[in-house]
């Protein structure tokens, strides 16, 4: 066990690093989602003056919410009331608020700057707090799951937040000394990173995504890209030997570079080995261990004896071992957590059989190469339900690579139309427009024949219809369930 991991078990409450820097301070909070709510609770907190907006009547729709902001003294801006553009220090945008409302561009150009809610947590940490941070288009969520298992495995105090659920300004006020931070990052959070330095950094991969939001993949990457900014020679950057953008991404890096692969071997990395998941450090980039030389292999587990299906989670398994190497936890210890890891919710989710039909929630699903990966680990005989909103993926390629499993797509939501005509352009016409989740369940069940799976993998965001992939996965394991009655 390290001793960073030792000095964890301190039942002391540690102070936080700003120091005081956002007190007196004018702060205009965008967006009242989770991580919005968070900041304006800190900010209020620190003895900023602080402001809100969200073009929703708050009042008339979450009148707790609009109380305690009146408690704080917080200034509302709601249901289209925007606020003046001068007079601002920070602009703390909450992730899904994109940075092109007028009057967002206005206040920069009076002098405002943006703060990602990452630099206000990591700027808020309690006292050596240590941060963990993975992104990538796919495997995020089960990844940063895993590595916090694995860290718990360890006698860490550890907190996983985030994009997977509690904001990250949220847990790090209700932290204590040396807690270990395990953060999923999005894209959306990283590109206002100017501050965050994970010790452990990691991009699991990047395929199309959110080119509604960045538009190019040029400026999705640099979006990633930040993960590592203000890293320094002393810190990691994890990373997937396996796709070239982001091996050629990460050589800008000036932390220490640690890869993973599932296709080949490496001399310093994670990577499959005769079947077996394994660690080398052969330059003892990060460390040596006690009894193990230098170019030696490290044998973790078997493959196989993961709980988790696909290959793709033997992706995420390799890079969550790599990620805690370098985070100094031993390699048995991370053996026993790989093996007892069981996956999470709404990802390749077993809900129920039913007459031999079985239904899966992949609600994670919320792009092609994530619903792509859901249909390679399952078997032929597919009913896919699948749509949502808009990102403009372009649904062809994902159409193609069917590979004869898919017997019919029953879609949703914004996309749906979209989606149909993409696959009949790829000669797909097994598919109908159902007007919801409840409608596709009910036709999947009744399309499908025993043996036959009912997967949830929409290859489109939750937000036309769901105000996240969580409750659009509850969603269709209730509709299971009324299968059942």
Known sequence: MSTAIKENNSEAIGGNKSEGRFAGKTVLVAGMGKSGIAAMEAFASEGA?????????????????????????????????????????????????????????????EGASIISDLDIAYALAPEAATFIAITGTNGKTTTTTLVGEIYKSAGAVCSVTGNIGTPAIESVREARYGTIFVVEASSFQLEDVREFRPK??????????HMDRHGTMEAYGAAKARIFAAQS????????????????????????AFAFSRTRELESGAFLKDGMIVLADSDAVVKKYKGVASGDVMPLIAAGE????????????????????C????????????????GVEHRMEHVATIDGVRFVNDSKGTNP????KAIEA???????????????????????????KVKHLLLMGATAERFRMEAAEEGFTDATICGGMDECVRLGFELAEAGDTVLLSPASASWDMYSCFEERGEHFKKAVKELMI
């Open 369 to 372: 190469d994530a619903s792509m």
């Open 200 to 209: 452990v950094a990691a991009i699991l991969n990047l395929t199309e995504d």
């Open 49 to 109: 003056s602080v402001a809100v907006y969200d073009s929703k009547d708050i009042e008339g729709s979450d009148s707790e919410l609009f109380l305690r902001i009146a408690e704080l003294g917080v200034t509302p801006y709601f249901n289209g009331d925007e606020p003046a553009p001068e007079g601002w220090d920070y602009i703390a945008k909450s992730p899904g608020v994109p940075p092109s409302l007028p009057f967002i561009k206005a206040a920069l150009d």
């Open 306 to 325: 993961l709980q988790i299906p696909g290959s793709h989670n033997i992706e995420n398994a390799l890079a969550a071992a790599a990620i805690a190497y």
């Open 378 to 404: 399952s078997d032929a005989g597919i009913l896919l339900i699948a749509g949502g909103y808009d990102k403009k993926s372009d649904f062809r390629p994902f159409v193609r690579g069917f590979g004869g």
């Open 233 to 256: 020679a002393d810190d990691f950057i994890v990373y997937n030997a396996d796709d070239e953008i982001v091996e050629n991404m990460v050589k800008s890096a000036v932390s220490r």
């Open 327 to 342: 985070g100094g936890i031993a390699p048995k210890t991370i053996a026993e957590a790989l093996r007892s890891f069981k």
